[in-house]
């Protein structure tokens, strides 16, 4: 009996003639012969034969593909050998250029998440150069984050079970958890907020811990809003204060310096009140290039402001430092200029802060001023948050989700964040303490529209709304059973009967359980769609390293052209240079239907799917709202108006092409003349201008 075969990199594992026949299945699909039976049939063949001419020595990978190419032309499937000899070219092709990467990738991944891996992931030695594999990785982030298990059996059952979930690409933390677990720094959470009070020590203490926060690798919010506005009275000087926009630059140049643990830039996200008498400035803050290029920024407004809007009543405008009015302006006319502003720039966005708070679970403890850069995560002073994702590609079998393992992925996330609480190593130790006294967590999903495109349902339609909501509503419960098992095992938060959650269980580990990320360069190592963004392009040109273009294809939506007969190299190519494919004659409409990009959907229907999700979501949802080039102001009116009355909790909208440098180009970019989409090599969907590193 044939028992074992020689890897290429000279190791050996367990001969598997289940993979010879998925191989063979695949070749066989390729040729829209969809047989498993056929499949198996020549799988046992091409066993048979292997086992006859290796007796004596342990057969190579390479042996075996020889056998299978060799079978499927001996029993009349040329068509399929050849599509398995160009799959095998393809994949020579992609080691070559891994080699040249000088990484040993052990997982199988893409070449663009081995580029990112490199540049952002693996641990590298003080000459910079990458002393560990992606399996090395997952394990290292695994045996970290197992620790917080005091029983060492279940310790060991643990390390393995996250190592197997990140490894196959169900699940992945957020980038410090991958970046800093196991390591000397260890600072896992990728979600700060820290207070700026109206005094010269507090602006200035909170810049010296947002650089603490940044060299670790977290991201920091901010509120702006108690700062006294420009021309107000400084007591102590009897000068004049310069308001919180001329601060903000402040902070915006010290991230500039402070480069985020040495990997990647710092990200803010920096909040001012609706009814601040500098809101003008701040809203128009963006106007000018290149300033501020280190925030978000958003307007807290409240449902007293979006009222008047609709109602076109007027707003009062108070100075913080001595809770007077200084002006009173018409909130439809302020309203305007924040979508204007949106329109021109792609800042601000807006969060609803009413609504914010009405679904805090720690209302005794206040009101929620700020969240993360991202704006999907509303926290406490000095608090901080870990996320994760579950890929939900990885749950779709037969066409159908796989609801009990969509729960043991919830199970087990839930348990990896609440580990990551205990093992954390906190930049300062005022987060360490509220965030130890709270243990929020944001578990939430990735790979929505794949998992769409494989369902057959299409993105802007009721039936994915309503599969949104049964879906998001599975993971929170679940979620929030696993919580409250973790807190009968090893107690509740201790705030949680200062919290809502209190009365409703008898125990709860976490007050917060689930957050909807935009994923970012997560997404690009799990091979998925980011969040639950659509597809940005069904095929482009992606920048992999300087100088080097490849051609990505959504591989579903290359599966479904070859089954239904339409595939051909020159169709590949040039659906690249649209992304869409909308307005491909030769694509069948129900093809078109299922592959929508984001600029072909229609903006309220961005808006609708968050909200879907939103209504299961303990914390907030990130989601980009993409407006075509020659989308209106009143387009984004619309949207934000919309994004209030459906209760989310924050709204962000890009018309493309509304700031001079994107990540994604929709054409010709500035720099070539092919004419093809082209997405830089961390892009993964959403905003193409905004920088998110989570």
Known sequence: MLTKVQKRDGSFQDFSEDKITNAVYKALRSTKLDDKRVAKRLSYEVARRIEFDFKTIVPKVEDIQDVVEKTLIKNGYADAAKAYILYREKRKELREEKTFLGIKDDLKFDLNAIAVLKQRYLLKDENGEVIETPKQMFKRVAKAVAKAEKNKEKRKVLENEFFNAMASREFMPNSPTLMNAGTKLGQLSACFVVPVEDSIDSIFNAVKDMAEIHQSGGGTGFSFSKLRPAGDIVMSTKGSASGPVSFMRVFDVATDVIKQGGKRRGANMGILSVNHPDVVEFIAAKTNAGFLKNFNISVSVTDKFMNAVVKDKKIDLINPRTEKKTKTVHAKELFNLISTMAWKTGDPGMIFIDEINRKNPLKKLGNIEATNPCGEQMLFAYESCNLGSINLEKVVKDKKIDWQKLKKLVHLGVEFLDNVIDVNKYPLKQVEKITKANRKIGLGVMGWANLLIKLGISYDSNEALKLAEKLMKFVANEARKKSAELGVQKGSFPNFKNSTLYGKYKAMRNSTVTTVAPTGTISIIAGTSSGIEPLFAVSFVRDVLEGTKLIETNPYFEQTAKEKGFYSRKLMMDVSKKGSIIDVEEIPDDVKKVF?????????????????????????????????????????????????????????????????????????APDEKDGHVRAGSEYSGGCPATYCPF
Not at 619 to 626: F, W, Y
Not at 645 to 650: D, Q
């Open 596 to 668: 929508v990009t984001a600029l072909d959907i229609k903006p309220e229907w961005h808006v609708k799917m968050q909200a879907a999700f939103q209504k299961y979501t303990d914390n907030a949802v990130s989601k980009t709202v993409n407006l075509p080039y020659d989308a209106s102001v009143e387009d984004v009116r619309k949207v934000y108006l919309l994004a209030h009355k459906l209760k989310c909790k924050g709204i962000t909208v890009y018309r493309y092409g509304s700031k001079p440098e994107q990540v994604l180009y929709l054409g010709t």
